[in-house]
């Protein structure tokens, strides 16, 4: 117990703490109870703008549901929340509204076994009663912000327990931006402890068995055709396609280090790449989305793995001129801003600008990586403004600026732009619910935008039959008209300018 307490000497400063205490305030608290090194490790893998305020970064939902997803989906794998309770029942319910069917562990806390220690002695007494191999191949243990910021020590929680893995990490949202990184704190977390396993000796087996052909491991979430359909284009060179990363059970992580080159797919797993680059693995940047990015990307595999340029090139007469068929027989026809926290975003942009679709402007809430540069550089090269990082404000002064025939983004972004009579889609539901890859990707797109940009008159008969209504401080449930003040917005208008001149003046001393 004395050394939980050394640990943990800025508990007492953290103990109350939560998201909504500045993000300033709960980093100095971590540093201070033992976590300063972890977030700057943190703050490398997943860096913001150089300078940033609390306001300059991107509005996700609470990052630890990425780490939480990533546990969740996998087979055999139970996980334990440690967190405030409204933070854990917000995360509960996130997680089984996008279809988790399974129990969320929650050790709970007070100030009191926070502050002393006892906290991580539950943690421990649950992980223990929890590690059954006959169940589990391992427990995930997720430390929220306060724990986070308090030093709950999860590194000294036992490695394994009865053959069963103990994984802890730490998903504060003060540290890990988007809820999109913190899907590769684990997936990074379990591919450390499977390569060390991979490194001392036999491992299991996949479950579907080993690949004949040398393997490309997928990294990052994508709609499950799209992994048959990059099977099919690696076949011609003689390579298939290996697991996706987060994968669904332990054993699929080896097969996953087993590989001949790993395909960045989404570029912000910052960590898993470091744990492929140190078991060798070279990293291929980008994906075969549209014509020109299948292209580059096959010849980028294909040198990867030193295969001959006659089987690359075979792969590429096969497959270019289906997809340059598709897009040519689904055109998209229309103004696009795209935006979202997936991190595909660039790829959806790419293939919207070779659909013929004119697209000014892309956001994304991830980081830019030396992994998604030739989709920049692409972008770039035909007049897209790509925005890293970027923030509601920023997605939405978008879409004011450049008056789309279709809004692609989040939902408060979907939200302003219906508002403004421009139809628009929801990113993570419309967009990331359908194949992007190779012909399969080339022609999924055009049915449902172009159906949403033939909404427009539906918009607009709408907002001139409600007009104002509802909207302003018409807003809410009225008894009666509400009657207008003026005298009062003039008294108010007259306050803050005066404000704002003091505020000047004081800033001039």
Same mark, same amino acid.
């Not at 059954?132 to 490695?159: E, F, H, M, T, W």
């Not at 890859?437 to 909404?455: C, D, E, H, K, T």
């Given at each position: 117990?004395? /050394?939980?307490?050394?640990?943990?000497?800025?508990?007492?400063?953290? *103990?109350?703490?939560?998201?909504?205490?500045?993000?300033?305030?709960?980093?100095?608290?971590?540093?201070?109870?033992?976590?300063?090194?972890?977030?700057?490790?943190?703050?490398?893998?997943?860096?913001?703008?150089?300078?940033?305020?609390?306001?300059?970064?991107?509005?996700?939902?609470?990052?630890?549901?990425?780490?939480?997803?990533?546990?969740?989906?996998?087979? #055999?794998?139970?996980?334990?929340?440690?967190?405030?309770?409204?933070?854990?029942?917000?995360?509960?319910?996130?997680?089984?509204?996008?279809?988790?069917?399974?129990?969320?562990?929650?050790?709970?806390?007070?100030?009191?076994?926070?502050?002393?220690?006892?906290?991580?002695?539950? @943690?421990?007494?649950?992980?223990?009663?929890?590690?059954?191999?006959?169940?589990?191949?391992?427990?995930?243990?997720?430390?929220?912000?306060?724990?986070?910021?308090?030093?709950?020590?999860?590194?000294?929680?036992?490695?394994?327990?009865?053959?069963?893995?103990?994984?802890?990490?730490?998903?504060?949202?003060?540290?890990?931006?988007?809820?999109?990184?913190?899907?590769?704190?684990?997936?990074?977390?379990?591919?450390?402890?499977?390569?060390?396993?991979?490194?001392?000796?036999?491992?299991?087996?996949?479950?579907?068995?080993?690949?004949?052909?040398?393997?490309?491991?997928?990294?990052?979430?994508?709609?499950? =055709?799209?992994?048959?359909?990059?099977?099919?284009?690696?076949?011609?060179?003689?390579? =298939?396609?290996?697991?996706?990363?987060?994968?669904?059970?332990?054993? /699929?992580?080896?097969?996953?280090?087993?590989?001949?080159?790993?395909?960045?797919?989404?570029?912000?797993?910052? =960590?898993?790449?470091?744990?492929?680059?140190?078991?060798?693995?070279?990293?291929?940047?980008?994906?075969?989305?549209?014509? *020109?990015?299948?292209?580059?990307?096959?010849?980028?595999?294909?040198?990867?793995?030193?295969?001959?340029?006659?089987?690359?090139?075979?792969?590429?007469?096969?497959?270019?001129?289906? @997809?340059?068929?598709?897009?040519?027989?689904?055109?998209?026809?229309? #103004?696009?801003?795209?935006?979202?926290? /997936?991190?595909?975003?660039?790829?959806?942009?790419?293939?919207?600008?070779?659909?013929?679709?004119?697209?000014?402007?892309?956001?994304?809430?991830?980081?830019?990586?030396?992994?998604?540069?030739?989709?920049?550089?692409?972008?770039?090269?035909?007049?897209?403004?790509?925005?890293?990082?970027?923030?509601?404000?920023? *997605?939405?002064?978008?879409?004011?600026?450049?008056?789309?025939?279709?809004?692609?983004?989040?939902?408060?972004?979907?939200?302003?732009?219906?508002?403004?009579?421009?139809?628009?889609?929801?990113?993570?539901?419309?967009?990331? =619910?359908?194949?992007?890859?190779?012909?399969?990707?080339?022609?999924?797109?055009?049915?449902?935008?172009?159906?949403? @940009?033939?909404?427009?008159?539906?918009?607009?008969?709408?907002?001139?039959?409600?007009?104002?209504?509802?909207?302003?401080?018409?807003?809410?449930?009225?008894?009666?008209?509400?009657?207008?003040?003026?005298?009062?917005?003039?008294?108010?208008?007259?306050?803050?300018?005066?404000?704002?001149?003091? #505020?000047?003046?004081?800033?001039?001393?």
């Amino acid at each position: 117990m004395d /050394e939980l307490k050394h640990s943990n000497p800025g508990a007492p400063e953290a *103990d109350g703490l939560g998201c909504h205490a500045g993000r300033d305030q709960m980093l100095a608290a971590a540093a201070a109870s033992g976590n300063g090194e972890l977030l700057q490790q943190y703050a490398r893998d997943y860096p913001l703008p150089e300078g940033a305020g609390p306001h300059d970064q991107p509005q996700s939902m609470c990052p630890a549901f990425g780490s939480l997803r990533v546990g969740l989906r996998m087979r #055999r794998t139970a996980t334990v929340l440690s967190g405030s309770a409204c933070c854990v029942y917000g995360l509960s319910f996130t997680a089984h509204f996008y279809g988790a069917r399974r129990s969320i562990g929650y050790v709970p806390f007070s100030s009191e076994t926070l502050v002393t220690g006892k906290l991580f002695e539950d @943690i421990r007494e649950a992980v223990h009663k929890l590690a059954d191999p006959k169940q589990y191949d391992a427990v995930v243990v997720i430390n929220l912000c306060v724990p986070s910021a308090s030093g709950v020590p999860l590194r000294l929680l036992p490695k394994e327990i009865d053959g069963v893995r103990i994984i802890g990490i730490d998903v504060p949202g003060f540290g890990v931006p988007t809820h999109a990184e913190a899907k590769d704190v684990l997936a990074g977390a379990m591919l450390r402890v499977a390569r060390s396993e991979a490194e001392a000796g036999p491992v299991a087996t996949p479950r579907g068995g080993v690949s004949e052909k040398p393997t490309i491991t997928l990294l990052g979430e994508m709609f499950p =055709a799209d992994p048959v359909g990059i099977g099919m284009m690696l076949e011609p060179m003689g390579l =298939a396609a290996g697991p996706v990363v987060p994968t669904r059970e332990w054993r /699929e992580l080896y097969a996953a280090l087993d590989c001949a080159a790993v395909a960045a797919i989404h570029p912000f797993y910052t =960590a898993s790449i470091r744990e492929f680059e140190t078991a060798g693995r070279p990293i291929v940047a980008s994906a075969p989305v549209g014509h *020109d990015g299948t292209e580059a990307w096959l010849q980028a595999v294909g040198r990867a793995c030193n295969v001959p340029q006659a089987m690359i090139d075979a792969s590429k007469n096969k497959w270019l001129r289906a @997809i340059k068929g598709a897009l040519a027989a689904t055109p998209i026809k229309g #103004r696009v801003v795209v935006s979202g926290y /997936e991190g595909s975003e660039l790829l959806v942009a790419r293939l919207l600008v070779e659909s013929g679709a004119e697209v000014p402007y892309v956001g994304t809430a991830c980081p830019k990586t030396p992994w998604s540069a030739p989709d920049l550089e692409w972008l770039q090269a035909r007049g897209v403004h790509v925005q890293y990082r970027a923030s509601l404000e920023q *997605d939405i002064a978008a879409v004011r600026e450049f008056r789309p025939d279709l809004a692609i983004g989040t939902t408060p972004v979907v939200q302003a732009a219906k508002q403004a009579t421009i139809p628009a889609l929801y990113f993570t539901n419309l967009i990331s =619910a359908r194949p992007l890859m190779g012909p399969a990707g080339a022609g999924s797109l055009a049915q449902v935008i172009n159906a949403a @940009i033939a909404n427009k008159a539906r918009f607009q008969q709408m907002r001139e039959f409600f007009g104002e209504v509802g909207s302003g401080d018409n807003a809410g449930v009225w008894e009666d008209v509400p009657q207008l003040r003026p005298e009062f917005r003039a008294e108010t208008r007259r306050q803050v300018i005066k404000l704002q001149k003091r #505020r000047k003046a004081e800033e001039m001393i």
